[in-house]
C-alpha cells in the first residue's frame, strides 16, 4: 500500500512542531520531527568534543546515530534527551552541523524510515524538497520574526528560563539565514507547497486549516 505523506515545513519557531505534531495525532499518522534528528547529532558531536570543522566525524556521530523516539519521549544511545535537545547552543550547533553536506546524507536512511502505515506527518526544512519530495501534500508554514520571537520568549519564561528578546530574535535570523543560504537542501518552499503565514492565529486555527486542506486534497 502507498503510504501517505504530509509534510510541514518553516522556519524555527514559526510553530511548525505544535502544528504538524497536532496533525499527526488528529490523523493518528506517525510524526517525524528532524529538528530534533539534527539537534540529536548536534548533541552527539558535542559530546564527543566535535566542531563544524570536524565534518567526516560528525557524519559518522550521524550514521551511527542511536535514536528512538516514543511519544514525548527521546532517547539517545538510552538516556532521556528530549530537554537537552531544547538548549539554545544544541540549536545551534545543529544549524551549523545542518549545512553539511555528509551530515544530510547521513541521516538520510533515518528519515526515510519513519514512514511506515497508516500515514506520516514530517516535520523540518527540507521534507518537502529532499527527503519526501513526491509527498501528498505539503504545507510551508512560517510566522513574522517579531511574533516567532514573542512566542520563543513565553515558552522559555513557562519553563523558569530568562531571556531577552531582542537577543532571541536576532538568534532567530540568524539561524534563518544560515537555513536559507545552505548550498545543501536550504530552507525554501518547495514549488508545490501551500504557504501558510500563523503570525496571527491560534494553534487551533493553523490545526485546521491544515486538517482541511488535507481533506480536500486531490
Ligand atoms: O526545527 P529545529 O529548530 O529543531 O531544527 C534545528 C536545526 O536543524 C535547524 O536550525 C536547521 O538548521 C536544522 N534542520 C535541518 N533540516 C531539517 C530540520 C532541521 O537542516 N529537516
Request: glycine share 6%.
Amino acid at each position: 500500500a502507498r503510504i501517505p505523506v504530509l509534510a510541514v515545513d518553516g522556519p524555527s519557531s514559526s510553530g511548525k512542531g505544535t502544528v504538524a505534531s497536532a496533525v499527526a495525532q488528529h490523523l493518528g499518522y506517525h510524526f517525524l520531527d528532524s529538528g530534533a534528528v539534527y539537534r540529536a547529532t548536534a548533541l552527539a558531536a558535542m559530546r564527543a568534543g566535535l566542531t563544524p570543522a570536524d565534518e567526516h566525524a560528525v557524519a559518522v556521530v550521524a550514521a551511527t546515530l542511536d535514536l528512538a523516539f516514543e511519544g514525548k519521549s527521546i532517547r539517545l544511545a538510552g538516556e532521556e534527551v528530549a530537554e537537552l535537545l531544547r538548549d539554545e547552543a544544541v540549536g545551534s550547533l545543529a544549524s551549523k552541523i545542518s549545512a553539511l553536506p555528509s551530515v544530510r546524507s547521513a541521516l538520510r536512511e533515518l528519515q526515510l524510515s519513519f514512514r511506515r502505515l497508516p500515514g506520516l506527518v514530517a516535520d523540518g526544512r527540507d521534507m518537502g524538497t529532499v527527503i519526501f519530495p513526491g509527498a501528498d501534500m505539503k504545507v510551508f508554514l512560517t510566522a513574522s520574526a517579531a511574533k516567532r520571537a514573542e512566542r520563543r520568549h513565553k515558552q522559555l519564561i513557562s519553563k523558569g528560563i530568562s531571556s531577552n528578546i531582542d537577543d532571541l530574535r536576532a538568534d532567530l535570523e540568524a539561524r534563518d539565514q544560515r537555513d536559507q543560504n545552505r548550498a545543501v537542501a536550504p530552507l525554501k518552499p518547495a514549488p508545490d507547497a501551500l504557504p501558510l503565514d500563523n503570525s496571527d492565529l491560534t494553534i487551533d486555527e493553523s490545526v485546521n486549516w491544515v486538517l482541511n486542506c488535507w481533506e480536500q486534497r486531490r
